[in-house]
């Protein structure tokens, strides 16, 4: 297992420098401009000055290298410092925005907080609400509780939250006046009322996502329960006169929970990725909202940043959910 | 029950008896509480310097002054400087190559230093630092240097003759930033000060408490503001993020915000919000106007490198005037203004709207739609449909056209309706969008910027900074077309080119009196319109929305629209 965990990390590196290079190939080979937002007012002479400023006209590759390096050294030891109060980092250049002209990893370690608070709590309630759904779907399969299971989840899946979010706010914010449709991203909760004014804006976001991310998983659920209840060592279970409740919560939801955990662990780097539409109707100053701004003002070093930190992420939980494959079913080895 | 109704009446005249009090208390500095914006493009930096757009340009005029402002109907407000330099009152010299102002008696930054003529010196070495990228570098254009006269005067000298010398440190664009606090920040280093550029020291009436780059930002009065009973509000949250629909109903549905900007948005969806009776929509007109901007020189691709270019010939009949105002004469602007636009719109014959000294009336027939007749002009002339298929032909060459914009639903329903109407008249046009980002982007490698404009008409929307049109109207200088030799930059978009046309801008930028400036401005503008390679559509104003117990706002649409926020107070 140890041998396989750091060959595949060794692996990683490549496909991380691959990924990157391409993720900048893309991002600089499309038609953006950082100057293209401002007003026409502002003369062409001053516009290829700010471009200038903003190093856009240096060769690719020298643009390139500039950027990995300080991604892979610099700035590491710029959020350690922080972390630590250590003076390690270097006195050089850090991977500025085109927008704010300010590092770019202070702008995600400003906005992270949000996303983990808003998407991650709509990932968990997602997954308590999808776990019990799709149990209950497949033990009592073409009940009521079943089709009303997968009408409700075929909704969450196919509406877009563009949709449900705007649908939210117009009957909850609008009509009834019980939440507010702005997220106030300055609210400090200090005691229980400012802790009741931060559960009642995140209520909206979070049941959206939750929404979407319980039908997901509760359909996976469903599906891996539906495949172990007819297996012959279910039959076995009730022949040794087990009682139902633990023949279907002990033996069959084990085995049923290795591929859902899986689904589950391949998805948390979304919940870093934060929720681009969700975050965007709400106006939570997440990740997701950070780099649409990014993409719609052509701020490279912002999008080339976070997606490459995603890709990480993405690489690393791949990983992760591969080794929680082998540690749950003791059947997989990998060495 | 009794009892409840006596604790109500008690509570009643306890509440009513301090009203009067309360109304004055409104207008106290703080005295009207907090204050909630919100823009729905957020901020990036509080340095306009380095940014240009109108968010940060707007947010940071809480903070950063000029030393004189425009208000709602363009006129100049001495702000900083007591007042405004003319030749009359020996402001202004007679060459009209320098403008000496005076700093008004005890303006602090608020930090409580002075104000002085090191800090306008340091601004002006800022913004035009080769290095620095300067946003607003075209407001010190032709300035050659800026001088300390005594204590508190300044005198900007000029490289020639200067009409209107009101641009550097004038409006909300040109503000002045502390010397103190950008010293280290020239050039190359401009974006390294990341918490100067974050949380400038300004003259304004209010202090940066936080700032959140492209979310939100907190202000608090400034102790030190000259006048001491202003602001009136104590705190502003200036928020920003999500759509133009969403910050729309924040304001006038939910309640939850005082102010939002910019809400263009499908008018009966605004009027329907506006209904509720929570808030009111106000507009400003300035001098945006949409256009089409007909090419004068020929798109066609089998030209390759010479496709719209002077060199590659004119175009085969857009530079017919006939043609143009047929076009022109088709198409129902009001009906434009009522789908698009709605309470931010007028309809308009001219490319250079307002300020009123500068526009003209001479065109104002095209404000009524005449099917009929623009159809008489083409049979008139001559260029009938010959083969039948409903597309006229003009000396041969089928009147078919290729009309792009930007991509933007307004934009593509005014398409439709144009194209409905020129298929009316007998011209075919075939529509096409383009991403605002790459049409307005300007990179000289993609084929789709209005620069290059490889299409027959183009419609987007164009303005000037400030009240003075002589440098705008210059933009249609035979010298200023876009070509390959120029990396396609250049502000004469249509190609337009008439010695007269030269001879008139170079009159403009001899004469200083306003009133023959004006006739030069509308002469200008008139030979656009008769040459018919600009036809103009809608003027366009600021569409901004209030709650209704926000009081004090006057919108300008020649400043940032928060230029009097100092003013803003809490109707009780």
């Not at chain 1, 399969?141 to 949709?163: E, H, N």
């Not at chain 2, 509570?11 to 703080?30: E, K, N």
């Not at chain 2, 440098?471 to 070509?483: E, F, G, K, L, Q």
Request: aromatic share 10%.
């Amino acid at each position: 297992m140890l041998t396989f965990t750091i060959r595949r990390l060794i692996l990683a590196i490549p496909t991380l420098l691959f990924i990157s290079f391409v993720i900048f190939l893309i991002v600089k080979l499309s038609p953006s401009d950082p100057t293209a937002g401002l007003p026409l007012t502002i003369p062409p002479e001053v516009r290829e000055q700010i471009r200038e400023s903003l190093g856009v006209n240096d060769p690719l590759f020298v643009q390139y290298f500039k950027w990995l390096k300080l991604m892979v050294w610099d700035e590491p030891l710029h959020i350690l410092q922080d972390a630590t109060g250590w003076q390690i980092a270097p006195d050089g250049p850090r991977i500025i925005s085109y927008q704010t002209r300010s590092p770019v990893m202070d702008l995600i370690l400003q906005r992270m907080p949000q996303t983990l608070w808003v998407v991650g709590t709509s990932y968990i309630v997602g997954i308590l609400i999808a776990l019990p759904l799709g149990i209950i779907s497949a033990y009592r399969q073409y009940s009521w509780f079943d089709q009303v299971g997968t009408l409700v989840s075929m909704i969450g899946f196919s509406v877009p939250t563009f949709f449900t979010g705007v649908l939210f706010i117009v009957i909850f914010a609008v009509n009834l006046g019980w939440f507010p449709s702005v997220y106030d991203t300055t609210l400090v909760v200090t005691g229980w009322d400012t802790f009741w004014l931060q559960v009642r804006q995140m209520i909206m976001p979070v049941m959206v996502l939750g929404l979407f991310n319980a039908s997901q998983i509760s359909r996976y659920m469903r599906a891996s329960m539906l495949d172990n209840l007819n297996q012959d060592y279910v039959r076995t279970a009730r022949a040794k006169g087990l009682r139902e409740g633990t023949v279907v919560l002990v033996h069959v939801l084990r085995n049923s929970m290795i591929p859902v955990v899986t689904v589950i662990a391949l998805n948390v780097p979304a919940v870093f990725g934060g929720a681009i539409i969700t975050e965007q109707v709400f106006k939570v100053n997440g990740i997701g909202q950070l780099l649409i701004i990014a993409i719609q003002g052509g701020d490279v070093p912002v999008v080339q940043t976070v997606s490459v930190i995603f890709a990480v992420l993405i690489v690393l939980f791949n990983l992760i959910a591969d080794i929680l494959y082998g540690v749950l079913d003791p059947r997989i080895r990998y060495d | 029950m009794k009892r409840t109704s006596i604790l109500l009446g008690a509570a009643a005249t306890l509440a009513c008896a301090p009203l009067a009090a309360l109304a004055d208390a409104h207008l106290s500095r703080g005295g009207s509480g907090h204050l909630n914006i919100i823009y729905w493009q957020a901020p990036s930096t509080l340095n306009p310097y380095l940014s240009g757009g109108t968010k940060e340009v707007e947010s940071a005029s809480l903070v950063l002054e000029s030393l004189a402002r425009f208000d709602e109907t363009g006129t100049m407000v001495p702000w900083l400087a007591s007042e405004i330099p003319t030749v009359e009152n020996g402001g202004v010299s007679e060459d009209l190559t320098q403008i000496t102002w005076t700093i008004a008696d005890d303006i602090t930054w608020s930090d409580g230093t002075a104000l002085t003529p090191a800090d306008l010196i340091f601004t002006w070495q800022y913004c035009t630092d080769p290095e620095g990228g300067c946003a607003q570098a075209s407001y010190f254009d032709g300035v050659t240097s800026v001088e300390a006269v005594g204590a508190n005067q300044v005198t900007i000298t000029f490289n020639q003759p200067t009409p209107f010398p009101y641009t550097a440190f004038v409006g909300a664009e040109s503000p002045i930033i502390q010397a103190a606090q950008f010293a280290d920040c020239l050039g190359a280093r401009a974006p390294e000060c990341t918490e100067a550029n974050f949380g400038p020291i300004g003259t304004g009436p209010f202090v940066v408490t936080d700032f959140r780059p492209n979310d939100v930002i907190e202000f608090a009065a400034n102790e030190n503001y000259r006048n001491p009973d202003q602001p009136y509000f104590a705190t502003v949250t200036f928020k920003g993020g999500g759509d133009a629909a969403a910050a729309a109903r924040s304001v006038l549905e939910t309640g939850e915000f005082d102010y939002a900007w910019n809400l263009q948005i499908d008018p009966t969806i605004l009027s329907q919000m506006e209904a509720q009776g929570n808030g009111t929509v106000v507009t400003a007109f300035g001098t945006s106007v949409e256009r089409l901007h007909l090419n004068q020189t020929n798109p066609d691709p089998a030209l390759g490198d010479l496709r719209s270019t002077v060199a590659g010939g004119a175009h085969p009949f857009l530079t017919d005037p006939v043609v143009g105002q047929a076009m022109s004469m088709a198409i129902d602007r009001a009906l434009l203004v009522e789908v698009g636009y709605g309470a931010g719109g007028q309809a308009t014959c001219n490319v250079l709207p307002a300020p009123d000294a500068y526009a003209s009336t001479a065109n104002d027939g095209c404000l009524v739609q005449d099917i009929a007749g623009a159809i008489a002009l083409l049979d008139e002339a001559g260029h009938v449909d010959t083969d039948g298929d409903g597309i006229r032909e003009y000396n041969g060459i089928p009147m078919s056209v290729l009309f792009q914009t930007s991509t933007n639903a307004v934009r593509q329903d005014a398409q439709a309706l144009i194209k409905q109407w020129w298929a009316e008249i007998g011209i075919d046009a075939e529509l096409r969008n383009i991403d605002a980002s790459v049409f307005f982007g300007g990179d000289p490698a993609s084929p789709d910027t209005f620069q290059k404009f490889f299409a027959d008409i183009e419609m987007y929307t164009n303005n000037f900074a400030g009240v003075d049109p002589q440098a705008y109207m210059a933009n249609w200088r035979c010298s200023d077309i876009p070509s390959p030799d120029t990396q396609w930059q250049g502000a004469n978009i249509q190609r337009f080119c008439d010695p007269a046309y030269d001879a008139l801008v170079d009159e403009m930028a001899r004469t200083a009196d306003l009133a023959e400036r004006g006739r030069i401005a509308m002469a200008m503008n008139d030979m656009l319109m008769q040459s018919y390679s600009i036809i103009p559509l809608v003027h366009r104003g600021g569409v901004s929305a209030h709650a209704n117990t926000l009081g004090g706002v006057r919108m300008s649409d020649w400043d940032s629209e928060l230029w009097n926020i100092a003013e803003w107070h809490r109707i009780p």
